[in-house]
């Protein structure tokens, strides 16, 4: 009897004074940690995609409790309803963003782009762009071994087994940006969502000279300079032979995509066009269909060609 | 018990095909493309424009800083333009593109078969010589030679070790220097000792090529220093740092050079190159290259001229069997395959390896079933299945820390894993991000 009430006395004591020393331990080595970082942490999406830039959601948390401005901060997943959740726990003003969105600049389907190699090598984009060019006539475009599709974290990519490009789920992908980094041709780019979604861009990313780029695909820009020339808002410029249409001036006025002379530009989500048979149909459908209606420009365009060196020889 | 290197090592079939065939001049072709960057650091600048009239061995263009190199024509003609054309492995780079026209060389170079002996040039001299000849290591790795013999202050070579091992299976070129120019060869290394300032030169040849043994080693009697070291047949042996430990039995430390240890490694075609450049004033125009393939019709070795269509040596070997699944440039276990046969034959060129189909199909890869054979056959003594895993998890890190840039990527890991792992393929792409890594943080 004596043991036992012995043996709980000395465990109660022991247990008294642990509890006294980590108590002034605890006193003496207290770290401040801001309550609103935990506020905030909770507010984001809890996706932890990094696509903000930060390490995690608790990262950019902490980011943003110690910024003293944060309008240069977003979350793309939480976008503009986050941000301002975030702005008003911290009593900062925030400035809606813009939304964004994953585009794939290459339509080098195996319709448009013939391959002209073939490779059996370990199933990595990465790898198969350290050891050489791809298996087509283009050294920039798509490699097709889905490398973007392993890094979505939000299943809002899939590989078109008819086209072998990549297809970005517009609804489920929250633009953080993972595709964008793994992609080591540099195809997919973050451009704004546009309204209704409706948005231009070069689905190219050939910065070879035209003849050659035109040789390799049947769809690549050939730095014509035609859409430059006809965008009325400054908003095209071409470098390196491709044609770069900057988002924040684009009206969407859709000027360029007609003048295009390989289909290059792709026009997304909107309606179809009244006044011209040969519309471009809409944004599920669009690049089949952007393939189709380059074959039936094609023949316009090639009977110039001929005629020209037929009259020359004449002149011969 | 005959030398070879410490650790790991394998030894593939040889399928020396084409050793029997003396090496025979390639036809001038009608058009040469010569790249600009034929070599290991910035490419050279083009001096010459389209139209302009170039004769055999004129600069065309110039070195661009320390590590880099000179590209000379290898034909007479009229430069037909200088433009973006696809390279070996489909990328477009910028060539040269000659319009041959006769064959009329520069006067100053000398093309006699004579021998010359006498080495009349300093050591100063020899070294500036070699950069303006454009020379680089023609095993293979292509880096400029001048840079190798500038021995760095504070550092003293002590030996020249000269690689004729030729462990890659198929190749024979060096073999057939070996045997048709040992004179010069000797005369070459003799070159590159007065630049290096040593009394001592190893000759390493495996002992797969005794009569290459048999030929220099009379022939050395009749020079001052070099000795003929033969080694037991063992692949990565033309490792510079494998060839160091065969030869003389030291270890290069991890990330230092071989004059760490006193030594400078040489390639057998580079000591060739070297005597041309110093005696005759011939710059870099033109190397052998063996075309080989179980079932091409005639494997044999070739002095081609620099910018030649790989399609033209395919041809002159008997044209290309129809059971081609790939064509190697270089050898089977570190050349790669080309993109087309339209590609130039650059000073990199050694060989070039036309397998069958069946023989280059992958084998579908399996899991690893922690055999450790990559290990005990990695020549760095490396582990090859952990740094592969960490590549693919992107643990550039642990990367680092395991030493993955000590791999020389020889390829025996893949080579010898019984699942067909690609284990080099994902090892190469990590030491590639640990390289960007390391040097953004310098």
Not at chain 2, 131 to 146: M, Q, R, Y
């Amino acid at each position: 009897m004596s043991i036992i009430a012995i043996t709980i006395l000395a465990l109660c004591a022991i247990g008294v004074t642990a509890a006294i020393i980590l108590y002034f331990v605890a006193q003496k080595f207290k770290v401040y940690e801001d309550p609103r970082i935990d506020e905030v942490e909770e507010a984001l999406p809890a996706a932890n995609c990094g696509g903000c830039g930060y390490p995690g959601c608790r990262g950019f948390a902490e980011a943003l409790v110690k910024a003293d401005d944060i309008s240069n901060f977003n979350c793309p997943v939480g976008g503009a309803a986050v941000m301002s959740h975030v702005g008003a726990l911290l009593g900062h003003e925030v400035k809606a963003a813009d939304p964004t969105v994953a585009v794939v600049r290459c339509n080098g389907t195996c319709e448009n782009r013939p391959k002209t190699n073939q490779y059996d090598g370990a199933a990595s984009c990465s790898i198969a762009a350290s050891l050489y060019s791809g298996e087509t006539g283009c050294q920039h475009g798509c490699l097709g071994l889905g490398e973007c599709v392993e890094a979505c974290n939000f299943d809002a990519m899939y590989m078109d087994e008819e086209t072998g490009l990549p297809v970005i789920i517009e609804d489920k992908c929250v633009s953080c940006g993972a595709c964008v980094k793994a992609c080591p041709n540099n195809i997919i780019e973050l451009r704004k969502k546009g309204p209704k979604s409706r948005r231009i861009f070069v689905s190219c990313v050939n910065k070879d000279k035209g003849a050659v780029a035109k040789k390799a695909c049947n769809v690549a820009c050939i730095g014509c300079r035609k859409c430059e020339k006809e965008c009325p808002f400054d908003a095209i410029t071409v470098e390196n032979n491709l044609a770069y249409i900057d988002y924040n001036k684009c009206k969407l006025c859709r000027k360029c995509v007609v003048v295009c002379p390989t289909n290059a530009i792709h026009e997304l989500n909107f309606p179809p066009r009244k006044e011209k048979p040969a519309a471009k149909p809409d944004a599920k459908t669009v690049k089949p269909a952007a393939a189709k209606a380059e074959v039936k420009d094609a023949p316009k365009a090639e009977p110039k060609a001929n005629d020209s060196k037929e009259e020359t020889s004449d002149n011969k | 018990m005959l030398k070879t290197f410490s650790i790991g090592g394998i030894h593939p079939a040889e399928n020396k095909l084409s050793a029997e065939s003396a090496i025979q001049a390639l036809p001038i072709p009608q058009m040469v493309s010569i790249p600009i960057s034929q070599h290991i650091g910035a490419p050279a600048t083009p001096i010459v424009k389209k139209g302009d009239e170039v004769k055999v061995g004129q600069l065309i263009a110039k070195s661009s800083g320390f590590v880099s190199a000179n590209i000379h024509s290898s034909v007479s003609g009229t430069v037909f333009k200088v433009d973006d054309i696809m390279d070996a492995s489909g990328f477009r780079r910028t060539s040269v593109i000659i319009k041959v026209d006769g064959d009329e060389w520069l006067e100053h170079i000398d093309r006699s078969e004579e021998l010359v002996k006498e080495i009349s040039a300093s050591k100063e001299e020899i070294i500036k010589r070699v950069g303006d000849a454009g020379i680089v290591g023609l095993g293979g790795a292509t880096f400029p030679a001048h840079v190798k013999l500038s021995v760095p202050p504070g550092k003293t070579a002590e030996v020249l070790i000269i690689n004729a091992v030729e462990c890659e299976p198929y190749l024979t070129s060096d073999h057939r220097i070996m045997l048709e120019k040992g004179d010069e060869v000797l005369v070459g290394t003799q070159i590159l000792m007065k630049a290096l300032e040593v009394n001592k030169a190893i000759i390493g040849i495996e002992n797969n090529k005794p009569d290459a043994i048999a030929h220099l080693t009379k022939l050395a009697a009749n020079y001052q220093g070099i000795e003929i070291c033969p080694l037991k047949t063992q692949y990565p042996q033309g490792g510079e740092k494998q060839l160091i430990s065969a030869t003389i039995k030291r270890e290069v430390p991890s990330g230092a050079l071989p004059i760490e240890v006193g030594a400078v490694v040489q390639n057998v075609g580079t000591a060739y190159a070297v005597y041309e450049a110093i005696q005759k004033n011939k710059p870099l125009i033109e190397r052998v290259a063996t075309v080989t393939g179980k079932s091409l019709k005639n494997p044999s070795n070739w002095m081609f001229r620099i910018g030649t269509p790989v399609k033209d040596i395919i041809e002159a070997a008997g044209g290309m069997p129809e059971d081609t699944g790939k064509i190697v440039g270089g050898g089977p276990m570190m050349g790669k395959a080309i993109a087309s046969v339209d590609v130039p034959l650059t000073k990199g060129s050694s060989g070039l390896l036309l397998l069958p189909r069946e023989e280059t199909a992958r084998k579908a890869t399996k899991a690893c079933i922690r055999c450790g054979k990559c290990v005990s056959v990695c020549p760095m003594g490396l582990e090859p299945y952990l740094l592969m895993v960490c590549a693919d998890k992107k643990d550039y890190e642990r990367l680092e820390k395991d030493a993955v840039m000590d791999c020389i990527e020889c390829g025996s890991c893949s080579f010898t894993c019984p699942a067909h792992r690609p284990l080099l393929d994902y090892i190469r792409l990590g030491k590639g991000k640990v390289g960007q890594i390391m040097r953004a943080r310098k």
